[in-house]
């Protein structure tokens, strides 16, 4: 290791401040985070960490996986189920310091990067909630901090542990692709191109290939169920405008609007790179993907992974910038720039930490920028609303009876509530949900979930509504403001392989 790399190493008794941080934003989800109840996705989850397969429809297998341990480690406790995404993000902030030292920055920029990184709003909410974007935000900033490691120890076996992570990035979420276009274009366009020529750069290639090579068999084997689920749901976003405003979302949406200045510094930092050219390959990651992403109608927070690099490279470039300054005027900027930061985490955690009680002022502020939390409501109550409607039937009815759920939320909720009140597994035509079936006999009888009386006119099959959920909190949801109704479908049509189609339903 040349001296260079040495200095620039992360060490753990040089950082413990950014330590100390992280340790503390781990503390504030586990604290927070048995607020409200399971979100309708994090229920999918769970259902599928049950049910482990090497692909699903609507993700890669790594965060089901993920899910299967905390289930062995936790139970069915909710914060217990969040810990790993918690951990995730805690891990990142500490990267976000890494990255700064390997850009040459002191020990004040690297802790300003992890502040910056920790009071990120994308960042605050993915700890919140146990979901696939929470992992796939480490795998960014982790495959960030390792291209610099590479560029400053002039080692090229680190191109062995940066094929892992893009591996298991694929494992997690493919988007982590654009980042790797980025990655090569850097390499393309930079000193790094007489990697070209190392066996190392070719054998972490062949590394990430490996370990997503599971994937890709179960998605060949399934039609490549993946890509239509993408289409499908990339078409409804489009459709109900979530992908409007992409790049007014970069500057408030990913990272905060306080920290804007610092982040862009750092991209003009590593666009100019006047240390080593090869930290230009930083610009390259971020600009590739933010351009692909726009020019596919991505949503927004689809960039969000990319912000604690140039956050880092933002510090770093800040510290420089000040340092020749007279000292009165430094300390002038220096407070200008921890007002930001303390404005940022003021709004980062109103708004992206489950601390509000339900309906006050705090939760209006944090349902106006997203409905993370109100997708966490009522699921429980719902369960037991199902489950008054199933004891109601005759009992010799309830043994050839199913749950028919519309959508994941409701699926994963029978599914993790029901045992307890007695009911039988959901069946859905959703997601992976459909791989599994109706059923062998199919039922007799369906509580149908998840439709309206206006969808439940088309059903061949004589239905009885038992009325609309609404949650006692009365928090306007999916599940609680769409018209929903709870059916009992009799006389169901013998034709079930019709009714549960050729392929899933996506949502």
């Known amino acids: ?91 990142a902030v500490v990267l976000a310091a890494a990255i700064a030292g390997e850009l040459g920055g002191n020990r004040q920029a690297r802790f300003i990067a992890a502040i910056a990184t920790t009071v990120m709003p994308f960042s605050l909410l993915a700890g919140s909630e146990f979901m696939y974007v929470s992992f796939d935000f480490l795998w960014w900033v982790l495959l960030a901090w390792l291209v ?33 276009l980025g990655l090569v274009a850097g390499v393309l366009a930079t000193p790094l191109r007489a990697h070209l020529r190392s066996r190392w750069l070719w054998t972490g290639v062949a590394l990430s290939v490996l370990i997503f090579l599971p994937n890709l068999i179960w998605q060949a084997q399934h039609d490549f169920v993946y890509l239509d689920f993408v289409r499908t749901i990339h078409a409804r976003d489009m459709r109900w405008g979530r992908t409007d405003g992409f790049f007014p979302q970069q500057l408030f949406a990913n990272a905060s609007l306080f920290t804007a200045p610092i982040w862009l510094a750092g991209l003009w930092f590593v666009l100019r790179a006047k240390d080593d050219a090869r930290y230009r390959i930083l610009a390259w990651m971020y600009l590739v993907p933010l351009i692909l992403f726009a020019l596919a109608q991505g949503r927004g927070y689809y960039m969000a992974p990319a912000y604690p690099m140039l956050l880092a490279a933002g510090a770093v470039a800040c510290e420089r910038w000040l340092t020749p300054m ?100 959901a069946i859905s035509r959703t997601n992976s949900y459909w791989y599994r079936g109706y059923g062998n006999p199919p039922p007799l009888t369906v509580i149908e979930l998840g439709n309206s009386a206006q969808d439940e006119q088309r059903s061949a099959a004589k239905c009885t509504s038992f009325g609309r959920f609404h949650n006692s909190q009365r928090v306007d949801n999916e599940e609680s403001a769409s018209g929903y109704e709870i059916f009992v479908c009799r006389d169901i049509p013998p034709k079930w392989q019709e009714i549960w189609g050729t392929e899933p339903r996506f949502g």
């Open 1 to 91: 290791m040349n001296s260079l790399s040495s200095d620039r190493a992360f060490r753990f008794r040089d950082n413990i401040s950014v330590l100390i941080l992280a340790a503390g934003l781990l503390a504030v989800h586990l604290l927070c985070n048995w607020r409200y109840g399971f979100h309708r996705d994090e229920l999918q989850v769970l259902d599928d960490a049950r049910h482990l397969a090497w692909g699903y429809v609507a993700y890669p297998p790594l965060t089901a996986f993920l899910g299967r341990i905390e289930l062995l480690l936790f139970g069915t406790s909710l914060d217990g189920f969040r810990f790993f995404s918690a951990l995730a993000q805690s891990v």
């Open 148 to 180: 610099l490691r590479l560029i400053n120890s002039a080692n090229p076996r680190w191109w062995l542990a940066i094929g892992a992570v893009i591996g298991l990035g694929m494992l997690t979420r493919n988007t982590i692709g654009f980042c790797t």
């Open 326 to 425: 007279q000292a009165a005027r430094q300390r002038l900027a220096h407070g200008f720039q921890w007002l930001l930061l303390v404005f940022a985490g003021i709004t980062g955690a109103a708004i992206a930490l489950p601390i509000a009680p339900v309906n006050s002022l705090g939760w209006r502020i944090s349902r106006a920028a997203h409905d993370n939390f109100a997708e966490q409501i009522g699921w429980q109550q719902f369960v037991r609303r199902v489950a008054e409607v199933y004891r109601s039937l005759p009992e010799n009815e309830r043994a050839r009876t199913a749950i028919l759920a519309n959508n994941y939320g409701e699926a994963g909720a029978i599914d993790f509530y029901g045992p307890a009140l007695g009911l039988p597994p």
